[in-house]
């Protein structure tokens, strides 16, 4: 089984439609992150949680809320989902503290295409 | 300017080849630097870090340097299963919790 499950694996809504991402992981790692890809721009952090009460911005978290219900549970959400925030969405872990920060472990990706 | 470049490639090499991509960033203070492996529709993953002596993994080679604000990573003896998008990553804070990605260099190997 996967260290860092992400569901639904793919998705395809329509605009103005609610949607979440849900990531859960079993490494016990306090920080996790969420990623958004789009061909020619790399991987954009839109949120990050340090532990069950931290919830951090990222570069582009407009359009975008979380929510960190347990350690192990980081969550995405569209309020309102628009067409160019079709994208692969990845959830990431990382250990806090022992000197592996830059050391992420990603989820399989969430395929979400807005119509 | 981007905060992390790469030359998106595609290289395309033949087996055999040693190749090398370099990648530059903007932000002098940078403090972590890593290379990660993303093959096609995968999630990306750790290949190595990048330290300020250089380090060596086997076939990987990945180098800094500072005065320049570039990393490398060089491959000797390229395989097919190396084909993959390589990503520099770096700490553009030294915290660890802002890491910026380039886009990606894409490696094809060929018989």
């Known amino acids: 089984d996967a260290d860092v499950t992400q569901t639904p694996r793919n998705r395809i809504t329509k605009t103005g439609k609610r949607i979440m991402l849900e990531c859960s992981q079993t490494?016990?790692?306090?920080?996790m992150y969420w990623y958004r890809q789009d061909p020619g721009l790399g991987l954009r952090l839109i949120y990050y949680?340090?532990?069950?009460?931290?919830?951090n911005k990222g570069e582009i978290s407009d359009g975008y809320s979380v929510s960190r219900q347990a350690q192990a549970k980081f969550s995405l959400s569209l309020e309102s989902a628009i067409p160019n925030q079709t994208a692969l969405y990845f959830c990431?872990?990382?250990?806090?503290?022992?000197?592996?920060?830059?050391?992420?472990?990603f989820g399989e990706g969430s395929r979400l295409t807005v119509l | 300017r981007k905060e992390v470049e790469q030359d998106p490639g595609p290289f395309n090499v033949p087996e055999g080849a040693t190749v090398a991509f370099n990648c530059t960033y903007s932000?002098?203070?940078?403090?972590?630097f890593f290379w990660y492996r993303q093959d096609c529709r995968k999630e990306p993953k750790l290949l190595m870090s990048?330290?300020?002596s250089g380090n060596e993994d086997g076939r990987f080679t990945a180098q800094l340097n500072r005065a320049s604000q570039y990393i490398s990573l060089l491959i000797r003896d390229s395989k097919l299963s190396d084909s993959a998008t390589y990503l520099c990553?770096?700490?553009?804070?030294?915290?660890?919790?802002?890491?910026?990605f380039g886009t990606g260099t894409q490696l094809k190997v060929e018989l």
């Open positions: 990431a872990t990382s250990a806090l503290g022992q000197g592996k920060a830059g050391e992420l472990f």
């Open positions: 490494k016990g790692h306090d920080r």
């Open positions: 949680s340090f532990d069950v009460k931290d919830i």
């Open positions: 932000n002098s203070a940078s403090q972590s």
């Open positions: 990048v330290y300020s």
């Open positions: 990553v770096v700490d553009l804070t030294g915290g660890g919790n802002k890491l910026t």
